[in-house]
């Protein structure tokens, strides 16, 4: 049983609840997924629910202990949905056993409903060609054959939609199949009432609910092909973890290899602390450790990064990331749903279910969408079978004129009569109506733009936060880690007194692990220096560090924390300092025995592209400011190489202020991004409207951020927010068309066309209509797949 930690995007306060996933079936339309969250909602125990018409998945949010997932499960599949518990932990091989099942199945199911609404369409067309002056097929015309195969079609392939529409009308969750299965069942009716029955006068049109259901179910095969290919990038990163490994039974001797003592098993099977060898041109089946051997690595699947990367011993590697040229031994650290191929699965399928809160409309106008066009298709039976044919008489002589449009009926000799022509357009507005558009326009959109970032280092965490990132107009850029290297580097030491300042303090910044601690250690190793022994050493965070040495209080630190310890600084070093910050040094300042030692100018270069990617982002219309802890003179000096005037930067902020920071922008009114580096900036990181995290394989950023760039490239922000606008561009535009098409749709199919233009649409033209609706929301997703960025 898949159990995490719940982030819901509207709902903070349900951190400590536990979320299940849910396998749903049945679902068809947007009215599907009202119905099936509002069942789940009534679950006791439950606070969010949340589903997906394009996964057929549904997360629920619920107390531990209090919901048993069975329960969840049964209440769905007796309201009409049959579902199951969607169990996984990790990547295992049963795991990627069951997923490729269901894709053989779901493909198998696709091309048995093609096939069949296929044969329905042209068996249907072929028996009528005669209507438009082709010689009449033998048995093909007969109208005992048309009887006979809409009998056939209604019974077998139609049964389970007019079932399923039954039922969920009854259990008050009416969907796509109760308005087919209404017209289906009405056209078969009067059809066969009108063959039994001579004396009515009535024309026969059997083949209208025979195409109707041909064209819904060509329609939901094409839809459905179009949402695999949407999923395809989740299933690719499915894919990419491997079935067998080669386990090392021996691991005295790692080299030379002994192969005989090289097992192969299933991955799933691998346990942290096994060795195991992984060879040229193999998957890296584990997260771990390379212990022996040198080789190059792609990691595109994972980073978007198309330069494979050398790797040698001590470097980590990363599940489903690609050996190249080496043969090479590795060590398990994390294993199945601990890897980070399996997180990132888990944050993408977390994603998709995340709605965008401009869905909401869609879902609102969906739960009550089916009992409209309900209350639509009656009251337009009682209007002209009622009054509109006293009152536009034409009608039923004209309604056949125009074939193009309207269908040809007994060869256009016949006038209809008021109850066949009240029944065709009430069957219309069964058959054009289109939940399905809006309930798809939003998850086939998520499905897609996630699916892509993911393929290239992008993890979004689903639609509200492309909505966010749209209405963005100010990113800040956490300095140290995001727009430098994050590698910083020793540039001059200036010190007074008979202290060797670099030992001394060197010493003392080797119990912490900031990057400019790092720095200075690395440099007194350089020139092999031996490190003193420290006592009582007490670290502030943010501020600096405190240690004894020989006796001796030592203070490594900013220079307000050591002015705040009584420190005074010579005037002497006053002109060096503001040279070093002026040229975009951090300054460590040293106190020894309570006297200034000196102080230590540390530079962490720019990364090449940080001018430019601050530029970019300007480009695309936003603002851009810094946020950092260094001196304002050295925040100066780093604005000035990004092209950022003084206004646009935050000097001196420590780490628990940069919350606070971000908040003053937002009363301000600005929709602020924060890129920070995903370990230290996780308060600002929650605070952001969206919080973007480079080096997004640390914990911190994948539970923090709202968008986890997995590469460690500037280039990537910009390709984010460019994605994230394209995809929540593409979901405005498939809810305007969803509702375009239905506010369009309903009323011609209601008969607004027939007293001045005698247009009368043919069901099935209506179900084609329907079902091209669908289509073209799914296909306009998949347009996101050409995204460049």
Known sequence: MQVSPVQPDTQPHVQSLETLALDVGGMKCAGCVKAVERKLSQVPGVALAKVNLATEMATVACEPGVVNPETLAQTLTEGGFPSQLRRQEGLSLGDLEATEKRQREAQQQQQRQLGVALGLIILSVLGHLQMLGVPPIPGLSNIWFHFGLASLALLIPGREMIVEGARGLLKNAPSMNTLVGFGLVTAYLASTAALFFPNLAWECF?????????????????????????????????????????????????????????????????????????????????????????????????????????????DRLTTGTLNQSGSIIMQAQRTGKDTALARIVALVEEAQTRKAPVQRLADTVAGYFTYGIMTLAALTFLFWYGMGVNLFPQVLETAHEFPNLAHVHGMGQEPLS????????????????????????????????TGVGAERGLLIRGGDVLERVHQLDTVVF???????????????????????????????????????????????????????????????????????????????????????????????????????????????????????????????????????????????????????????????????????????????????????????LQEMGLKVALVGDGINDAPALAQADVGLALNGGTDVAVETADIVLMGDRLQDILGSIRLSRATFNKIRQNLIWAFGYNLVGLPVAAGVLLPQFGILLDPAVAAGFMALSSVSVVTNSLLLRRFEG
């Open 206 to 314: 059997f083949e209208e609910p025979v195409m109707l259901l041909g064209f819904v179910l060509l329609g939901r095969s094409l839809e459905s092909r179009a949402r695999n290919r949407a999923s395809a990038s989740l299933k690719s990163l499915v894919g990419l973890q491997p079935k067998t490994v080669h386990l090392l039974t021996e691991i005295e001797k790692l080299q030379p290899l002994n192969p005989e003592t090289v097992v192969d098993l299933p991955a799933d099977q691998v346990r942290v602390g096994d060795y195991l060898q992984v060879r040229p041109g193999e998957k890296i089946p584990v997260d771990g450790m390379l212990r022996v051997g040198e080789t190059l690595v792609n990691e595109s699947m994972l980073t978007g990064e198309s330069l494979p990367v050398a790797k040698g011993p001590g």
């Open 478 to 664: 956490d300095k140290t880690g995001t727009l430098t290297t994050g590698r910083p580097q020793v540039s001059e030491i200036w010190q007074r007194g008979p202290h060797n300042l670099l030992q001394w303090t060197a010493s003392v910044e080797r119990e912490t692990n900031h990057p400019l601690a790092e720095a200075i250690v690395s440099r007194a190793q350089t020139e092999g220096l031996n490190l003193l022994p420290v006592s009582d050493s007490q670290t502030e965070v943010g501020l600096g560090v405190r240690g004894m040495i020989e006796s001796q209080v030592v203070l490594v630190g900013s220079r307000l924390w050591l002015e705040r310890q009584g420190i005074v600084l010579e005037t002497e070093v006053q002109d060096w300092l503001d040279q070093m910050a002026r040229e975009g040094n951090s300054l460590v300042y040293v106190a020894i025995a309570g006297e200034f030692a000196g102080a230590i100018a540390v530079r962490d270069q720019l990364r090449e592209e940080a001018a430019e990617t601050v530029q970019a982002l300007r480009d695309l219309g936003l603002q851009v400011q810094l946020l950092t802890g260094d001196r304002p003179e050295t925040a100066q000096g780093i604005g000035q190489q990004l092209g950022l005037s003084p206004q646009e930067i935050m000097a001196q902020v420590t780490p628990q202020e940069k919350a606070s920071r971000l908040a003053e």
């Open 418 to 449: 008021p109850l066949l022509l009240s029944l065709k357009l009430m069957i219309d507005v069964w058959a054009i109506a289109c939940p399905c558009a809006l309930g798809l326009a939003t998850p086939t959109a998520i499905l897609v733009g």
